[in-house]
C-alpha cells in the first residue's frame, strides 16, 4: 500500500528538499505541503495523510501546536534545524527527528518505520529505539562544519569560504551570501545553513544568519528592539529580533 505523506515546512528549498527525496521511494505518495500552522492544520484534516513531515519553528506557533489543532492525527517525523526539541518530539509519540539538511538514509529509515507502524497498528518508538535515535542525532550535531559553501552567480559556481561570509540573508524563497565581493545564491535554506556553520553564525532574524565575527555593534532602537551593524563597506544594519536578542546576549554579553 502506498503511504500518504504531507510535509509542513515554512522554508521553500527544505521543502523541495523533502521532495525530491521522497520521489525516489517506492510506495510513497506526497498529498501537499504547507508553510505555516494554520494551512498545515488546513492541509492534515483535509488529505488525512498517513505520515507528516514537521517542522518545529513555523509561522503561527510550532509544530506541537500544530499536533494539538488537528482532528486527523498522523505518524509524525519531526524536520528541524535544532536538536534541543527531541526528546520533546519523542513525548508526543513522534517515530523519528530529523536534523536539516535531511539525510536520504535517514528519512528511508524513518518512511520505513512509518510503514511498518502503519501495519502493526502502532504508533511511536520504544524506549530503546528512541534512546538510539538520540544518540544518532548528537552523532550528526558533532558532524564539522563545511569548509565550503556552494552558491551561483550568474552561470558562475562559487565555493565560499564561510570565513568570507559577511551575513547569509533570505528575500522570499531565495537565499543569498553577503560577501566583500557582493552576493551569491546559494541553495540551502537558512535553517540548514545555521546548523552547519553554529559556533561562527548566529541567527539573528527570520531573515539574517551572520557571521559573529564580522558583528561591529549592536545599536538598541524604540520600543526594546536592537540593530546588528555589520563590519562591511556599508556598515550595514540588520534587524535583531527580540526573541533571538536574548540568545545573543548569552553567547556575546552587552
Keep these: 500500500m502506498t503511504l500518504r505523506v504531507a510535509i509542513v515546512d515554512d522554508e521553500k528549498p527544505a521543502r523541495d528538499r523533502l521532495k525530491r527525496l521522497l520521489a525516489a521511494m517506492p510506495d ?5 505541503e504547507a508553510g505555516d500552522v494554520a494551512s498545515a492544520v488546513e492541509l492534515i484534516d483535509r488529505e488525512r495523510p ?3 513531515l514537521l517542522d518545529v519553528q513555523i509561522p503561527g506557533g510550532d509544530g506541537f501546536e500544530v499536533l494539538r489543532l488537528v482532528e486527523h492525527l498522523p505518524q509524525v517525523v519531526f524536520t528541524t534545524a535544532f536538536d534541543h526539541y527531541a526528546v520533546r518530539a519523542f513525548e508526543v509519540n513522534s517515530l523519528d527527528y530529523l536534523l536539516k539538511p535531511v539525510h536520504r538514509e535517514r528519512l528511508q529509515n524513518a518512511v520505513h518505520r512509518a510503514q511498518q507502524a502503519r501495519e502493526r497498528g502502532t504508533g511511536g518508538v520504544d524506549a530503546g529505539t528512541m534512546q538510539r535515535l538520540l544518540e544518532e542525532l548528537r552523532a550528526q550535531r558533532a558532524a564539522p562544519a563545511p569548509s565550503r559553501i556552494p ?8 565555493l565560499l569560504d564561510p570565513a568570507d561570509v559577511i551575513w547569509f540573508e533570505s528575500e522570499g524563497e531565495l537565499v543569498h551570501a553577503r560577501t566583500l565581493d557582493g552576493r551569491a545564491l ?9 546548523v552547519l556553520l553554529a559556533g561562527s553564525f548566529f541567527r539573528i532574524h527570520r531573515s539574517y544568519v551572520v557571521h559573529l565575527s564580522k558583528v561591529g555593534a549592536i545599536v538598541p532602537e524604540d520600543g526594546g528592539t536592537y540593530r546588528v551593524v555589520m563590519k562591511d563597506d556599508a556598515h550595514t544594519a540588520l534587524p ?3 526573541r533571538q536578542a536574548q540568545k545573543l546576549r548569552e553567547i556575546i554579553p552587552w
Design 28 to 32: 510513497v505518495a506526497l498529498v501537499g
Design 50 to 52: 498517513e505520515l507528516c
Design 151 to 158: 552558491a551561483k552567480r550568474g552561470a558562475k559556481i562559487l
Design 186 to 194: 546559494v541553495e540551502r535554506p537558512l535553517g540548514e545553513l545555521e
Design 240 to 242: 535583531l529580533s527580540r
